[in-house]
């Protein structure tokens, strides 16, 4: 690809080109150095390891599990219903979830506070997708150096058949993800068979589709790109951090001046000939998924991966020093100071969250299953029978939000003597009704030309479910 020369216009920069007489370029785009991760095993590791096999298996179990007749998570976007677990929700409860946003906001702040990018490190699906892309790579191509002298050497019969079994698992398992993430919308025991006899509807190609290749290029393809250049939250992060935010750090006190020596040196002669602890071994660099040298010190490109820790600790090991050269650490701790986990900040995100978390908690818990609309017929004021009766006609709209059926009964209140024509309304389950009943009143009960009225409803097997609707009776007075 051309790479696109850019111009330097400071002011210093046009002096030497008057002097000179000549317009200097300065490239301003590096090109991408592919990164070959090498494996390592630890601590660290194996916590991340297993925080993204436990994460991998629910996204792709949960679609599969069924709460009665119907997934247990489906967001059933045709109907506009939302199923998660035992609860249906409906758009009009939207403002529940922009709560849940903002509690999930609150939550990233907070772990950011206490532990740094741990989010990107251990959970974050691209980081998680990516983990298994490598693994794979290394399962089939073999590991880091034998993958570098594959990549540099000719095309072989070998090298294309490695490369292509790679690509053809790395398809399949994009091709899962694209498929499992379609089945939160469209369930999935009718998706997968529809799929392969090829009678799924269209747009669920479509989606199965982009998702794959959405999965295929981010995990395989682009991978440490997505967290440098194109996730926001890389950029703004370390304005959260503060002097006692747990980072992964290289201690340079302890390990400068960095060199190799005889493998037989003590620690101690180590130290007595003015080594610092850091063998120069490079592993903390080849084991890093984003290519950087955590020795450097903190940078945007770390995601807290803690693969660094684990591998140079089993160099400390091998060299009989005690661990930790690069540990979870804070940079007052670093410099001798004293550490405060409990402080002001990261209290008020701590505080705030668990308001926010207990106050949805009630709302989701105190939540009506039950919607329930009334609006008088606006094209007919109201109608007087020939005995003298007044009455007004009024569209109902019930929603029943429950697992369960209800028959719900109706009645109106308000005005002495209020009868309807229609006294219950049945609704399954996650189902709506409207219904058109008409209220009538002895025209001897008009006082004014408009009374308020309120039209109840109440369910026939709980009656903790009720809801009133304010409405108008309107009607004729008697001269
Ligand atoms: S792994 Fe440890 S010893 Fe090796 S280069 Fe990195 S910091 Fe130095
Ligand atoms: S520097 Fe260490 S913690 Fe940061 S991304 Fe690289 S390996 Fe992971």
């Known amino acids: 690809m051309e790479k696109i020369p850019s111009k330097d216009v400071t002011p ?8 000179q007489g000549e317009a200097v370029t300065q490239e301003m785009y590096a090109q991408r150095k592919h990164i070959y991760v090498r494996e390592i095993k630890g601590f660290f590791q194996k916590l991340r390891r297993s925080a993204n096999w436990g994460l991998m298996l629910a996204f792709f179990l949960l679609p599969w599990i069924n709460i009665g007749d119907r997934p247990a998570i489906w967001f059933d976007l045709p109907s506009r219903e939302f199923h998660i677990f035992f609860g249906t929700f409906y758009p009009q409860e939207f403002v529940l ?45 073999g590991p880091r150096n034998k993958r570098i002298k594959l990549d540099n050497q000719p095309l072989t019969g070998e090298k294309l058949r490695r490369k292509t079994f790679k690509h053809v698992i790395w398809l399949l398992i994009a091709f899962a993800t694209g498929a499992t993430f379609v089945g939160y919308f469209t369930p999935i025991r009718d998706l997968m068979p529809d799929l392969a006899t090829l009678q799924a509807h269209g747009w669920s190609y479509f989606w199965v589709g982009f998702f794959t290749v959405f999965t ?10 997505v967290c440098i250049y194109m996730c926001p939250y890389a950029r703004f992060q370390s304005v959260m951090f503060d002097r006692d935010t747990l980072i992964v750090s290289y201690d340079e006190n302890r390990g400068e001046p960095r060199g190799r020596r005889k493998r037989s040196l003590s620690h101690e002669e180590a130290r007595a000939e003015g080594h610092g602890d850091c063998i120069d071994c490079d592993l903390c660099v080849q084991v890093c998924p984003t290519g950087i040298d955590i020795r450097d010190g903190l940078q945007y490109e770390c995601i807290s991966c803690a693969a660094c820790i684990d591998a140079c600790d089993s160099v400390m090991d091998k060299m009989g020093y005690p661990r930790g050269l690069i540990r979870y650490t804070t940079e007052n701790a670093l410099e001798s100071k004293p550490t405060h ?24 818990n105190d939540r009506m299953p039950l919607n329930f609309e009334a609006e008088r017929e606006r094209n007919d ?18 929603r029943n939000l429950d697992q369960r059926d209800h028959t719900y009964q109706l009645s109106a209140s308000g005005l002495d003597g209020l009868t309807l024509d229609q006294h219950s309304i049945s609704v399954p389950a996650g189902e709506s009704r409207s219904e058109v009943v008409t209220v009538t009143v002895d025209g001897d009960a008009i006082q004014q030309p408009s009374h308020d009225i309120v039209l109840t409803i109440e369910s026939e097997r709980d009656d903790s479910i009720r809801l009133d609707r304010d409405t108008r009776f309107i009607g004729e007075l008697r001269r």
């Open 216 to 225: 295929y290029l981010n995990a395989g393809w682009l991978r440490e790109q």
């Open 97 to 141: 979830l922009s709560w849940l946003l903002i509690i999930c906001a609150f939550g990233l702040f907070f772990i950011t506070v206490f532990a740094g990018r741990v989010w990107c490190g251990y959970t974050c699906p691209q980081s998680v997708w990516t983990f298994l892309f490598i693994w794979l790579e290394h399962r089939i191509e």
């Open 381 to 398: 004021l109201y109608q007087v029978t020939r005995d003298g009766q007044i009455s007004n006609v009024y569209n109902l709209m019930v």
């Open 341 to 364: 986990i409990l402080r002001p900040r990261l209290i008020g995100y701590l505080a705030a969250l668990l308001v926010m978390v207990s106050a949805f908690a009630w709302a989701v």
């Open 12 to 19: 210093r920069q046009a002096d030497h080109q008057a002097a």
